[in-house]
């Protein structure tokens, strides 16, 4: 089949300098130590031969081994499309960080939904400083460690029972 027509050779060989180091990329997925972009590689190159097998078997219909090992090839597309909306992939590559879509983990999900409610019960607690103390200019600064803490001007004038913890 790839001997007797030279353009399926070609696009065969084409496809094939594409792929990644399947085999290096694996093991380190099963090792642990895989990066989220390295697992995004080895997605693409796993559609790579999915997209390759299906060029092939459009010109198959031979009795050859080429033709035998394409009827044996495990269909990819359903574990594949799973992972197509798993995560954010371009989180994955350009920032190396895994980020699954939502109603892929459910317990992500919740902490997410947590993570938003109290960034608006913060809000709320911010407005409600501005309006106690008259002072539209507040707002939250990280200091270090030390998150979301209320930024005042000197000229405010603060209740005793807050603490300061860092001047200009």
């Known amino acids: 089949m790839l001997n007797s027509d030279r353009s399926v050779r070609e696009q065969f060989s084409a496809q094939m300098t594409k792929m990644p180091d399947l085999e290096r990329l694996i093991s380190r997925i099963h ?3 895989c990066r989220p972009d390295d ?17 092939l078997g459009a010109w198959g219909g031979g009795k050859g081994l080429v033709d035998r090992l394409l009827s044996s090839m495990p269909n990819l597309d359903e574990p594949l499309s799973y992972w197509k909306t798993a995560f954010d992939r371009m989180k994955a590559k ?4 895994f ?10 999900d919740e902490s997410q939904d ?5 960034k608006k019960d913060l809000g709320k607690l911010l407005e409600k400083k501005k309006a106690e103390l008259k002072c539209k200019t507040l707002k ?5 460690k030390e998150i979301f803490q209320i930024e005042a001007p000197k000229s405010t004038k603060v209740p005793s029972s807050w603490r300061q913890m860092s001047a200009t």
């Open 140 to 144: 939250f600064t990280d200091i270090g």
């Open 94 to 97: 350009n920032d190396r960080m």
């Open 39 to 55: 697992f995004v590689k080895v997605l693409e190159g796993f559609e790579q031969i999915e997209y390759t097998m299906s060029l």
């Open 31 to 33: 090792a642990g130590v």
């Open 99 to 108: 980020l699954p879509e939502r109603g892929i983990e459910e317990d992500f």
């Open 114 to 118: 947590r993570i938003a409610e109290i």
